[in-house]
């Protein structure tokens, strides 16, 4: 409480009698706009609309009573406010564009200048460019975040940004922290496409409401809004190695209450081994997925509102040699294979009281179970965790535009692992119970500020959290933003970051190869500090608008873990390391939109991570120093199809050192700069939407990726040298149906 105190009095001059604007942004057809900018007449000061349209925005009437809208494709409107607090825009359709996209289509992806966090929006028409099966197909045309295989065999999956491993930025679900222990491993995989309405990315350390582990970024996966769902949408997908996709979102409303009900389904493919080296290329998957989702009130209105969402899902993965059958050959010497099988019911609850334009009061509560039991070759691998996390949360607006956001949360874990052998005919040591209870009571508080008639917004947030284990840590952030004009935007962000470590869910590659596992010291948490710059700016002509945005982040680390492949290519040695790791990167992009039917983004990431260690630098495995991305989507003005395409350059990435193993079981030290490039064709038929399309063009693979796959039960196997496609080019069609709430 002592805490609390002293950074509500450092944050906050609480007085206050602001009062807030309310209202709609709409078309020509009385549908809310995405992502519309409103904002008071000659300022900076201004807000976004939500996925439905609506905003709320402090009544500035001291400076000015001029309101206006502007969205992308609409002329701009402007309305006199008067005594009513509550207004609706209804925009034409022009050529004046005001937001700007940078990928795709219109509105496929929005960075707003107005947020003081920069924030990239990625929107439905940015997720219908590619298949999506997954979240973690929904990145292809992304600079900022890259899905990377952690298990070959499996295909798990992480989502990276600014080059660092997935485990250092935090995926949220409707704001939950749903993505983490065991469902770390392939929760990423377990979000179907058609579930998705909007993804939100921030790098860098923001802000402090969600916790303290968001040290490279923050991902916020918003899912389909019952309220503003498509009355039925049902998708199918295959692809050329026969795995099929098949989703269903029905949504319905009941009184005050709307609802959204979900069902999705993954058949396994068949048996492909492209490369010849005995194991497939992709593995079997089956997966069913129930969910559903109900939605009361508005957030911005008075009164309640409340959001629940449940879900379930039911996973099987099989991958591993041709010839391998689970029933016979689990945990045999025989045939080597490996077997997943998870389950995790889930609930997430937020559950708000706006009393007025001023105080606003919200709880959050979210839940996860997860059972699992795996054979990785001759380790088998039985897990289970309870997730619970909790957050009560304040929200204060005062002097007519600050807000200050303040409250407490709660943390608590208990993850279970058991590892054991079926055979002793590789020498490992690690066998036996892994417990890991975690209790984190925390608080924050937040505050922004709008300074300099405007043109600087200073967000400055500080949360601390007590461990049961580890201890009281603070965790200070702030961002400021600086406007030199409405189309010119400078940002910078300065915070540090703790998380502890789930050693064997969030490095699954440790349990496959023949290595191992040496944990040579008590683990204590990693910590970092983070800070960083970003530039964007708009423009536009008669025919063309476009985006220049330019990025630098740099993350110093402290008692960092990453699994030492090279001191011994037969061990994974497991340490906090002491000395200086550090990562930087720079990322430029720009983006065009011309005749309002050709979109182009070309984008740029250098990264250099790596740690000093006798004096030397030495780059840390698996990441790509330099990176290029270009996007380009074709679409006539009539809507009836589009086109789209994106092509991926990856520069050379250091390896694991296998200097040590005999010369047949040796690798390069670098791997090599590859290109893949994947297009789609979208045909429209009112309610049916055909696609089809092809990913890696060009055929490329790294062949027999896995190290030793002839003998995969020798001292040699490994999987961790895997750094390209593994499974060559992949054709599909699919089609998505819809029919429209009326």
């Known amino acids: 409480m002592k805490y609390l105190f002293i950074v509500l009095l450092s944050l906050s001059p609480f007085l206050s009698t602001a009062q807030q604007v309310t209202g709609k942004v709409m078309n020509d057809e009385k549908e809310g706009l995405i992502g519309a900018n409103v904002y008071w007449a000659g300022t900076t000061i201004g807000t976004t609309t939500d996925a439905n349209g609506f905003f709320q925005l402090a009544n500035q009437e001291v400076i000015t009573n001029l309101l206006v809208a502007s969205y992308i494709g609409y002329e701009t409107d402007t309305i006199e406010i008067g005594p009513q607090q509550e207004i609706t825009f209804q925009l034409k359709a022009s050529n004046t564009l005001e937001q700007v996209t940078v990928s795709g289509q219109q509105d496929a992806v929005i960075i707003s200048n107005i947020k003081a966090i920069k924030s990239e929006q990625i929107t439905q028409t940015s997720l219908r460019q590619a298949a999506c099966c997954d979240l973690a197909g929904c990145f292809g045309g992304q600079t900022t975040v890259t899905p990377q295989t952690t298990n070959v065999v499996t295909n798990a999956k992480e989502l990276r940004i600014l080059g660092l491993s997935g485990v250092y930025n935090q995926v949220l679900i409707d704001g939950f922290p749903m993505i983490r222990g065991l469902a770390y491993t392939y929760g990423i995989s377990s979000i179907p496409g058609t579930l998705v309405e909007n993804i939100f990315i921030a790098k860098g350390a923001n802000s402090v409401l969600q916790g303290f582990e968001s040290i490279s970024g923050q991902i916020n996966v918003q899912t389909i809004n019952p309220s503003r769902s498509d009355k039925l949408l049902v998708n199918g997908y295959v692809n050329s190695f026969m795995e099929k ?28 081994d492209g490369d010849a080296d005995t194991f497939l290329d992709l593995p079997l998957l089956t997966r069913y997925t129930f969910g559903n989702k109900w939605t009361y009130g508005n957030p911005a209105e008075w009164g309640w509102n409340s959001e629940i969402n449940v879900r379930y899902i039911d996973e099987k993965r099989i991958g591993g ?5 689970p029933s016979d050959d689990e945990g045999s010497t025989l045939v080597y294979g490996q077997t997943v099988n998870l389950n995790q019911p889930e609930v997430s609850v937020r559950t708000g009281f706006r009393w007025d334009d001023i105080h606003n009061l919200t709880a959050f509560a979210s839940g996860f179970q997860q059972q699992q039991n795996a054979y990785f070759g001759l380790t088998k691998y039985d897990a289970a965790q309870f997730f619970f996390y909790g957050n009560l949360q304040y929200e204060l607006t005062y002097q007519e535009k600050h807000t200050l956001k303040t409250g407490v949360s709660y943390r608590y874990s208990n993850l279970e692992e058991e590892i054991g052998f079926t055979s002793d005919l590789l020498e490992k040591t690690f066998d036996g119970n892994y417990q890991l209870k975690e209790r984190i009571p925390g608080f924050f508080a937040e505050n922004t500020l709008y300074l300099l008639e405007d043109k600087l917004t200073w967000m400055l947030g500080v949360r601390g959290d007590d461990h049961n284990q580890f201890g009281f840590k603070l965790t200070p952030r702030t961002l400021l933003k600086y406007s030199f004009t409405p189309e010119t935007v400078v940002r910078a962000n300065f915070g540090t ?9 969030e490095n699954i590659g440790l349990l496959v190869s023949s290595r191992d596992i040496l944990i040579a010291n008590d683990l204590k948490p990693e910590e970092a500090l983070n800070y960083g710059v970003n530039f964007t700016h708009k423009f536009e002509s008669d025919q063309t608008i476009g985006v220049l945005s330019l990025d630098y982040y740099r993350t110093d680390f402290q008692n ?13 040695i497991i340490r906090n390391f002491e000395g200086e790791s550090i990562s930087n990167g720079f990322q430029a992009e720009v983006g065009l939109q011309l005749n309002e039917r050709f979109n182009w983004k070309v984008g740029y990431n250098y990264l250099d991570v790596y740690r000093i260690i006798e004096s030397k630098k030495e780059l840390l495995p698996f990441n790509a120093r330099h990176k290029v991305l270009s996007t380009f989507s074709y679409q006539p003005l009539s809507k009836k199809y589009h086109f789209d395409a994106n092509i991926h350059w990856y520069g050379q990435q250091r390896l694991p050192n296998t200097q040590q193993n005999p010369v047949e079981f040796q690798r390069p030290n670098f791997s090599k700069p590859y290109t893949v490039i994947n297009a789609q064709f979208t045909y429209n038929l009112k309610r049916l939407e055909l696609y089809t399309g092809v990913e890696n063009i060009f055929n490329f693979r790294q062949n027999r990726a896995i190290l030793s796959w002839e003998n995969p039960f020798s001292p040699y196997f490994d999987t961790a040298s895997v750094w390209g496609p593994s499974r060559g080019r992949e054709f599909y069609v699919g089609f998505r149906y819809r029919i429209e709430t009326e």
């Open 245 to 272: 996709h098949f989703n269903v979102n029905y949504a319905f409303k009941k009184g005050e209450w709307s609802s959204l009900a979900t069902f999705g389904m993954v058949q396994p493919a068949n048996k492909v």
């Open 321 to 325: 040699q041709t010839d391998f059958n």
């Open 497 to 505: 970051g703790w998380r502890t470590i789930n050693l064997f869910s």
């Open 560 to 572: 960092q873990i990453f699994p030492d492949y090279d001191s011994d290519p037969q061990k994974a």
